[in-house]
């Protein structure tokens, strides 16, 4: 399958879980997927649990796409701002970005969670993708922003 094949995408928290699997599909789409999160081989994990930013863009490779690991907590702007920076210089577009960031391990405190943060994780990436950082990257006129939540 080749049906995704020169388009670019982003998958944010693509270290295990959803994250990873939907990056490996995009992969075996042959997609080049920007894979982001900010658990890195060589280094301890978020909150010790497997998988890493690095393992996924091998699979995403695996699967006869391009992978590409940026470590990139979402919820530092700086760090957000730089990731689209490096999709518009080596790229020049996106075409996918597939939110999928999770930032509530550290949030829970063993009975709930505080989603302060989590919901600054959405915004900063919403800033991005409405204008910000995005800038031209987004506007393209085959691209549009969707909302698929009924």
């Given at each position: 399958?080749?049906?995704?094949?020169?388009?670019?995408?982003?998958?944010?928290?693509?270290?295990?879980?959803?994250?990873?699997?939907?990056?490996?599909?995009?992969?075996?789409a042959?997609?080049?997927?920007?894979?982001?999160?900010?658990?890195?081989?060589?280094?301890?994990?978020?909150?010790?649990?497997?998988?890493?930013?690095?393992?996924?863009?091998?699979?995403?490779?695996?699967?006869g796409?391009?992978?590409?690991?940026?470590?990139?907590?979402?919820?530092?702007?700086?760090?957000?701002?730089?990731?689209?920076?490096?999709?518009?210089?080596?790229?020049?577009?996106?075409?996918?970005?597939?939110?999928?960031?999770?930032?509530?391990?550290?949030?829970y405190?063993?009975?709930?969670?505080?989603?302060?943060?989590?919901?600054?994780?959405?915004?900063?990436?919403?800033?991005?993708?409405?204008?910000?950082?995005?800038?031209?990257?987004?506007?393209?006129?085959?691209?549009?922003?969707?909302?698929?939540?009924?």
């Amino acid at each position: 399958m080749s049906a995704l094949k020169g388009k670019v995408a982003i998958v944010t928290g693509a270290s295990r879980g959803v994250g990873r699997g939907i990056a490996q599909v995009l992969g075996e789409a042959r997609a080049t997927v920007y894979v982001t999160g900010r658990s890195v081989n060589g280094q301890p994990t978020t909150e010790g649990l497997p998988g890493t930013i690095d393992e996924t863009a091998e699979l995403v490779e695996s699967a006869g796409g391009v992978g590409v690991p940026v470590r990139c907590d979402h919820t530092v702007d700086a760090q957000v701002e730089a990731l689209f920076s490096r999709v518009r210089r080596e790229q020049g577009r996106l075409d996918l970005l597939v939110n999928n960031a999770w930032g509530g391990y550290e949030q829970y405190d063993g009975t709930r969670i505080r989603f302060g943060v989590l919901g600054a994780t959405a915004l900063a990436l919403a800033r991005h993708v409405h204008g910000g950082a995005a800038g031209p990257l987004h506007r393209q006129p085959t691209g549009r922003a969707t909302d698929d939540r009924a």
